[in-house]
C-alpha cells in the first residue's frame, strides 16, 4: 500500500473529529455561558430582595450553588477543548519537536486515563446522593452531584477526539509508558504499603513533580497522584474521592470566583479602566518616571476590580506600554516592572486569591479584604521608589496636563474610580457578602457601560461569558483535585508530621515565617498560586495559629511569596503572561526583572517582620 493511501484516511479521520470536536465543544459553550448569566441573575436578585425589599428567597444561594458546580464542571471542559488549563511547560520547551509531540500526546491521554479510572466511582458517588434532598428546594441532590460525573464524562470525550487525531507512534509511546509505571506501581504495592508514610514521597513527590514538568496540567497531576496512591497503598474507595471533588468545588465563597472574572472582562471592555489610567496619566505624566507610577497605580486600582491578574495586567499594559516604549524606556524594563506590578497586587481586594484562601483555610473574607490593603501598598512604594531610579523616560517636550485636562479626565474616570470603592463599601456594610459584591459590580459596570461611557460590545459578550466558564473551570477543578489530595495526605499523617516539622524550626513564629516564605515562592512559581495555596493552606494554617502568627498575617505573607515566585522566571507562568500580554520575548526581560524581584522580597520581609501592615486595621 502507498504512503499516500495510508495517510489519507487519517486526514479523513482528523477532519472527522475535529468537526465533532467543533460542535462538542459548542454543546458545552452554550449552557456553560449561560449558566455564567445564571449565577449573576440569581445572586444578585439575592441581593435586591433581601436589602431593598426585606423579602430574602430562601432557595437563592441553594440554586446558586446547584448552578454553581454544574458551571465549574462545563467550565473545566471548556478550558480542557482550548488547553486553557494551568500547566507548567518549561521543560517541555527544551525538548526536541519529536519530544514535545509526545510530550502534547502525554498532556491529552493522562488526564483522559485519570478520569476513565474515576467515572465509575464519580457516577456512584451521584447515585448515592439520591437520598439526600437540598433543604430549600427539596429536590435530590444527585441533580447537584451529577455534575461532577457530567463533567468527567464530557472531558473524556474531548480527549478521545483529541486523542484520534494524534500520531500513532505518539500514542504507542505514551501508553507504553503508563503501562510500565503502573505495571511497576502494582508490583510494588507491598513494599510501598510496608514503609509506611514515605510513599508519599514516591506519589506526592515524585509522581507528582515530573507529571508537573512533563507538561500533564496540574490539575490532573493532582488527580493521577491521588488516584495512583489511593489504588496502591489504601482500601478507600474511588467514590470518596469524587466525594472531595465535589466538596473542593462546592464551597460557597467559590462563587464569587466567576463572577469577578466576569467583572474584570466588563471593566475592560466597557473603556472603564482606560478611563482611570487616562485621568492617572493626566496627573503624573509629566513627573519623571510618572508613567511607571501610573502603571503601579493603575494595577492597584483594576486588581481591586477585577481580582484576576491576567485581566488586571491585560486591561493596563495595552494603555500605558506604547507610550512608555515612545518615551525611551526599554521594553525589557517595561514588561519586569508590569510582572512585578502583578505580584505586588495579589493581596489588593478583592483578590481571587484572597477569596481562595479564605474559602480553604476558613479565614473571613471581610477580615483579608481589610487586612490586603497595606501590604500592597507597601510593596507599590518600594516599586515605585526602585523604578524611578531605573527610569530611563526621556522628558523633553513633555508637559504638565493643564489643570482643565486634569479635571477633564477626573469626571470621566469618577464612575470607574467609584467601582472599588463600591465593593468593599458593600461588604464592609454587609449589603452583601463577598460572594455576592461582584454581582453589584456587573451590574454597575453594565450601567456604566451603557449609559456613561456609550462603550459596550454585544458581539463581544458570549465570547466574555465563554471566557469565563473556561478560567473559572480551570480554577476551580484544580480545587476540587487539590482538596481530594489534600485528603489523601491527611488521612496519611502527614499534616501531623508537617506540623511537627514546622513547629522546630530554630526561631519560633519568625523562623516559622521565614520557612514559609521560601517555600511559597518556590511553589507559587512551581504549582503556580491557588494550586498551591489550595494544598497546604489547610495543612499550614493551624500551625501558624498554634505558634502565635495571627491568620490574616499569615495569609498576606504566603499571598505574597506565590506573587513573587508566580512571576518569578524561569518557571513562574505570570511572568510568561505579562511577557506575551506586552508582546515582548521572555529573553528579553529576564535579565532586568531581578532588581523588581528583590524588591518584593524586601517588602515581603517587612510585611512579614512587622505584622501591624496586616492587621493594624481589623
Known sequence: MSALSLEQPVADERSLAARLEHWLGLAIEIPAAALVVG????????????????NPIPWADELASILFLWLAN?????????????????????????????????????????????????????EDEMFVQTPALGWPNTVRAAAVAVGAALMIALSL????????????????LLAVVAGAMYLGAAWLQAIGNWNLVVFFGLVLAVSVLLGIPIAFCFGLATVAFMLTVTTSPLAVVAGRFDE??????????????????????????????????????????????????????????????????????????PEMKRRGNHEGELISLLAASGAMAETIPPSLVLITIGSVAGVSIAALFTGGIMPGIVLAVLLAILARWRS?????????????????????ALPALLL????????????????????????YSVVAGLLVYRKFDWKRLYPMLVDTAALSGAILFIIGTATGMSWALTQSGFSHALAEAMTSVPGGKYGFLLVSIAAFIVLGSVLEGIPAMVLFAPLLFPVAKAIGVHEVHYAMVIILSMGVGLFAPPFGLG?????????????????RIWPYLGALVVGLLIVAFVPWFSIGFL
Open 39 to 54: 449565577e449573576v441573575a440569581v445572586l444578585l436578585a439575592g441581593v435586591i430582595m433581601r436589602f431593598i425589599f426585606n
Open 74 to 126: 462545563l467550565g473545566a471542559a471548556v478550558a480542557l477543548r482550548r488547553g486553557t488549563h494551568m500547566r507548567t511547560t518549561v521543560l517541555v520547551g527544551f525538548m526536541s519537536e519529536r519530544g514535545k509531540a509526545w510530550a502534547e500526546a502525554l498532556a491529552i491521554i493522562a488526564p483522559c486515563v485519570m478520569l476513565l479510572i474515576l467515572m465509575h466511582p464519580m457516577w456512584e458517588y451521584a
Open 161 to 176: 477526539l483529541r486523542i484520534s487525531r494524534q500520531k500513532l507512534v505518539d500514542l504507542v509511546g505514551v501508553l507504553a
Open 248 to 321: 473542593g468545588m462546592s464551597s460557597l465563597i467559590l462563587l464569587a470566583v466567576p463572577l469577578f472574572i466576569l467583572l474584570g472582562h466588563l471593566v475592560e471592555m466597557t473603556g472603564m479602566a482606560k478611563a482611570m489610567v487616562d485621568f492617572l496619566a493626566s496627573l503624573l505624566g509629566h513627573v519623571r518616571g510618572g508613567l511607571n507610577y501610573v502603571l503601579l497605580g493603575a494595577m492597584l486600582l483594576v486588581s481591586g476590580i477585577s481580582g484576576a491578574k491576567t485581566a488586571d495586567m491585560a486591561a493596563v499594559a495595552p494603555v500605558l506600554l
Open 392 to 412: 530611563a523616560e526621556i522628558m523633553e517636550g513633555i508637559q504638565r496636563a493643564p489643570g482643565r485636562v486634569v479635571l477633564r479626565t477626573l469626571i470621566i
Open 420 to 443: 472599588p470603592i463600591l465593593i468593599r463599601t458593600a461588604v464592609v456594610e454587609g449589603v452583601a457578602t463577598a460572594t455576592e459584591v461582584s454581582t453589584i459590580g456587573i451590574a
Open 575 to 591: 511572568y510568561y503572561a505579562a511577557c506575551t500580554i506586552g508582546r515582548v520575548h521572555p529573553d528579553v526581560a529576564v535579565k
